[in-house]
C-alpha cells in the first residue's frame, strides 16, 4: 500500500486547513486510517483515526472538537479537516494505515505510511 498525503502549508492561528491522504496498491476500503502528527524535537503522536467504514472515529484529546477525519473509499482517499489551528499543531502530519487491531494509537501497530505533509501555524 502506498499513501500520499498532500495539503500541509502555511496558516495563521485560528485558521482551517484541510489535509488528504490518497492511498494506492492495496485494498483500501479494508483499512483502519490513522493520522499522526511530529512536531520538531519531538516524538510522533497519534491524532486521530477513522474505521474501515468511516462509522467510527477516535481522536487525541488535543485535537478532539477541532479536527475531522473522513474518508471516500470509492476515491480511495481520507481527509483531515483541522479548524482552530494552534501554533502548537505545526508539525509535519502522516496518514497511516495497515493496523491489525481496532482502534490503533500507537505508531509501531502501523504497516504503511505516506511521507508526511508539513504544517506550519503561525501567531
Known amino acids: 500500500v502506498q499513501l500520499q498525503a498532500s495539503g500541509g502549508g502555511l496558516v495563521q492561528a485560528g485558521d482551517s486547513l484541510r489535509l488528504s491522504c490518497a492511498a494506492s496498491?492495496?485494498?483500501?476500503?479494508?483499512?483502519?486510517m490513522a493520522w499522526f502528527r511530529q512536531a520538531p524535537g519531538k516524538e510522533r503522536e497519534f491524532v486521530g483515526v477513522?474505521?474501515?467504514?468511516?462509522?467510527?472515529?477516535w481522536y487525541a484529546n488535543s485535537v478532539k472538537g477541532r479536527f475531522t477525519i473522513s474518508r471516500d473509499n470509492a476515491k480511495n482517499t481520507v481527509t483531515l479537516q483541522m479548524n482552530s489551528l494552534t501554533l502548537e499543531d505545526t508539525a509535519v502530519y502522516y496518514c497511516?494505515?495497515?493496523?491489525?487491531?481496532?482502534?490503533?494509537?500507537?505508531?509501531?501497530?502501523?504497516?504503511?505510511w505516506g511521507q508526511g505533509t508539513l504544517v506550519t501555524v503561525s501567531s
Open positions: 477513522i474505521s474501515w467504514s468511516g462509522g467510527s472515529t
Open positions: 496498491g492495496g485494498t483500501f476500503s479494508t483499512y483502519g
Open positions: 497511516a494505515a495497515g493496523a491489525s487491531r481496532w482502534p490503533a494509537y500507537e505508531s509501531y501497530q502501523y504497516d504503511y
